[in-house]
């Protein structure tokens, strides 16, 4: 089983930043895919980002050039740099990982609550 969990959620006001961690742990797949998603009061939950073992990166329109992902192997630990925040942008984050083989496992972790203020 995997387990993750999430930290560095809190409130920020427009224009600042906050960097997000997801520490991984338990019996890894070592080929998998990690990935941030947020879902906002209200509304559906969406991908905010991916990022392969390899380190190629996906992001959501309406983070790109804002939003850093990256991921130490090492650590088994995720994280998303989030600058120039925004209103729009509070919502709760979640991270996921997909593993690719092995048990297929795709496991979630609880969330972390991130408040923009204007």
């Known amino acids: 089983q995997v387990q993750l969990v999430e930290s560095g959620g809190g409130l920020v006001q427009t224009g600042g930043s906050l960097r997000l961690s997801c520490a991984a742990s338990g019996n890894i797949f070592s080929i998998n895919v990690m990935d941030w998603y947020r879902q906002a009061p209200g509304k559906q939950r969406e991908l905010v980002a991916m990022i392969t073992g390899g380190s190629s990166t996906n992001y959501a329109d309406s983070v790109k050039g804002r939003f850093t992902i990256s991921r130490d192997n090492a650590k088994n630990t995720m994280y998303l740099q989030m600058n120039s925040l925004k209103p729009e942008d509070t919502a709760v984050y979640y991270c996921?990982?997909?593993?690719?083989?092995?048990?297929?496992?795709?496991?979630w972790g609880q969330g972390t609550q991130v408040i923009v203020s204007s």
């Open positions: 996921r990982l997909r593993e690719l083989g092995g048990t297929g496992g795709d496991y």
